[in-house]
């Protein structure tokens, strides 16, 4: 959120109640939409430098077991294609991921400030006032200070949430884990290793990312397990996991960080209240099978940051800010569908392997926002096309395989072997979480455009591209050059095949700074309807 906001010229505070940043593994897998979106926002070769790619998981029995029943992927390995050049997740402990875009957005002058605890705050149609509390040379001072808009993004417990008086409905689950960051001797790095399941209880321990040592991640439950004990003190959820897996060759050594896992799947009905909004765990909780959480919290900001940054620089009318709200619920309650169908597989006394299994949905590709109010369709000609699928329908069980049609609210796709002014490309390298993306594909009578852009292309608001599968010349290469826009020549025909564009069909795809189609358009009438719908004047 604060990296979005501060790329689009916004400036931004960020208060941390804790004296120290996060430790510890928590979520762990970075899914492919969210690798797009760190690429959009330029993290992503900082990202990959420190991950691991996802590693095949082998279980044994417990205890004693040391010949692998059998292995498997939670998630297949799956080939890049053109739409989508990352289509397998990658595994990076939370805490280095926030470590990584903390130096991201200390290069903008931003620190998290450490130590500072929101303890109150009050709305006026003009500003938030938050009266904080933070710890200036060893002494707890007060502030109190306005904001124009405040982003609750401090967790299950939110203390914005509750400022706001937020319901927070749903249930807390009686199943208990505890969770360990631990250095392990004794086995491979190079898979998870799962013991036991049933009603005896389960180990599960898997690899850092960290590329040397033998730090693993360490989870474990069971009916025997004093879970208030194994929280308080570590050496006693050291000797219950030796006993549980009964292998003396595996040993657990000093562990960096521990925690009390008890699964709560909730979320509030509203992400905005006036001038506060909420967002990831602040707004929504589940279970931590599937891998959704992080993730989902990323779609979160980025949903925001867009449209908060234009409605701060008095580009776009705070109207706006309602489709954050209008866009992600569907989504986060599908999250907690889909995670707490896979937790109730998981702590079933047959431990169905389902729990086990990462379905193609979780990689959140399909992710779409068909219905919302500021998403305009020229090729949705029935309802039937809007209706509310917030994960979408995924092509085969994996995630791979050719898209449906595109639709405006959908996911936009990579399109490779672009020439721009003869330097190879993609659509990838061209949107940005700055602007929005305009794609003219050349049936369409760009001259018609020419108002309209240069009204958004003026302020900065967006990039146009004419896409043509040759280079243009005579009329058509002075049409480009009128609109103020740049030649994308589709050598392969690849981003007409993606955004289902045929060579007789006069065409044109905005695609908004989150990476999400903002409209398909098949004149300049629908243009012209999502540009007043989204920008002021």
Known sequence: MALSLLQNDVPVRIIEKDKAHHTGQRGAAIMPRTIELYNFLGVL????????????????????????????????????????????????????????????????????????????????????????????????????????????????????????????????????????????????????????????????IWPNERKDGDLMTVYATGPDADYDAMAKDYSVFKAYVEKKLGRPDIALGDSTWLTDYHPNIRMVDTFQQGRVFLAGDAAHVHSLTGGQGMNTSVQDSFNLGWKLALVERHLASPTLLASYTEERLPVVAEVLNITTDLFNKYVSATRERGGWVRGGKLKQLYVNYRWSSIIVDGRASAVADLVKNPYGNVMDANGGGELELLRAGDRAPDAPDLLLDNERTSLFKIFSPSWHTVLMFSSFPVSKMQSSLDKYMNRGLLRAYVVSRQAVQ????????????????????????????????????????????????????????????????
């Open 45 to 204: 070769p900082d990202i990959y430098k420190h991950s691991s790619p996802s590693i095949p998981m082998q279980s044994f029995e417990m205890p004693g077991g040391k010949v692998p029943l059998k292995q498997w992927r939670m998630s297949p390995v799956l080939e890049p294609t053109p739409a989508n050049p990352w289509p397998n997740s990658t595994m990076l402990g939370q805490d280095t991921a926030e470590r990584l875009l903390r130096e991201h957005i200390r290069a903008f002058g931003c620190e998290v400030e450490l130590g500072s605890q929101l303890v109150s705050l009050v709305q006026t149609e003009e500003y938030v006032e938050a009266t904080l509390t933070k710890f200036v040379d060893g002494r707890e001072v007060t502030e109190t200070t306005q904001f124009k808009w405040l982003i609750g993004a401090d967790g299950g417990r939110s203390t914005v949430r509750k400022q706001l008086g937020l319901s927070f409905l749903g249930e807390s689950r009686k199943e208990r884990h505890i969770i360990a960051d631990v250095h392990v001797t004794g086995l491979d790095m190079h898979n998870l290793h799962l013991f036991g399941g049933g009603e005896s209880g389960t180990v599960l």
């Open 474 to 537: 005579g009329d058509e290469g002075n049409q480009v050059q009128e609109i103020h826009g740049k030649l994308l020549v589709d050598t392969k025909g690849y981003a007409h095949k993606h955004y289902g564009v045929g060579p007789d069909t006069p065409t044109v795809v905005i695609v908004r700074p989150d990476g999400v189609v903002g409209a398909i358009a098949l004149d300049d009438n629908d243009v012209v309807k999502y540009f007043s719908g989204v920008f002021a004047g």
